[in-house]
T-cell receptor
Framework: GQNIDQPTEMTATEGAIVQINCTYQ??????LFWYQQHAGEAPTFLSY????GLEEKGRFSSFLSRSKGYSYLLLKELQMKDSASYLCAVSRYGGSQGNLIFGKGTKLSVKP | DAMVIQNPRYQVTQFGKPVTLSCSQTLNHNVMYWYQQKSSQAPKLLFH???????NEADTPDNFQSRRPNTSFCFLDIRSPGLGDAAMYLC?????????????FGPGTRLTVT
């Protein structure tokens, strides 16, 4: 079966650093995505990892270990607007073939 | 701006009354997806079109159908909505030339079934 696990909720303080973990077990792997979703809105793309290692993009970084079936999203210098759900999603096959399997999302609350 | 548009943003229908949700895109992407997302749950892929080829997920109920008359438009038809079909329905697109084949999502249509 397909399984993607991430914590349900996290709380952090404005200006701090937070790490959101994701573990996956899927039949097939062609990359892992992180999306941000504000309440009542559509998911927006944050990052994509297909090789092991760290990808950095401004305040956001994403890490992947394929051998461990593990990824994390690192958010630095947290801002109030970062309060949202963060979805981990695995692409199982290559090309534009759909098959994105989403985790349930981690709801992050940033407090002053 | 190139985008994915969904109409309406909010739709109320009655139990058993057919309803159609629409999605259009100006990105000229060849793949279009429909997801169902219930509260505090992951988006669940219902089906997708790769060009004109329709790909249904194995566990998508027969009550859900889709049409793609051209590259830009895609419709989700719910033939006999039940109370359990109340959810946010997300349309997404992806296309060639993108290294990551990231999916671009529309704002969603929130469906209420009364």
């Amino acid at each position: 079966g397909q399984n993607i696990d991430q914590p349900t909720e996290m709380t952090a303080t404005e200006g701090a650093i937070v790490q959101i973990n994701c573990t996956y077990q899927t039949s097939g792997f062609n990359g892992l995505f992180w999306y941000q979703q504000h309440a009542g809105e559509a998911p927006t793309f944050l990052s994509y990892n297909v090789l092991d290692g760290l990808e950095e993009k401004g305040r956001f970084s994403s890490f992947l270990s394929r051998s461990k079936g593990y990824s994390y999203l690192l958010l630095k210098e947290l801002q109030m607007k970062d309060s949202a759900s963060y979805l981990c999603a695995v692409s199982r096959y290559g090309g534009s073939q759909g098959n994105l399997i989403f985790g349930k999302g981690t709801k992050l609350s940033v407090k002053p | 701006d190139a985008m994915v548009i969904q109409n309406p943003r909010y739709q109320v229908t009655q139990f058993g009354k057919p309803v159609t949700l629409s999605c259009s895109q100006t990105l000229n992407h060849n793949v279009m997806y429909w997801y169902q997302q219930k509260s505090s749950q992951a988006p669940k892929l219902l089906f997708h079109y790769y060009d004109k080829d329709f790909n249904n997920e194995a566990d998508t109920p027969d009550n859900f159908q889709s049409r793609r008359p051209n590259t830009s438009f895609c419709f989700l038809d719910i033939r006999s909505p039940g109370l359990g079909d109340a959810a946010m329905y997300l349309c997404a697109t992806s296309g060639p030339g993108q290294i990551s084949y990231e999916q671009y999502f529309g704002p969603g249509t929130r469906l209420t079934v009364t």
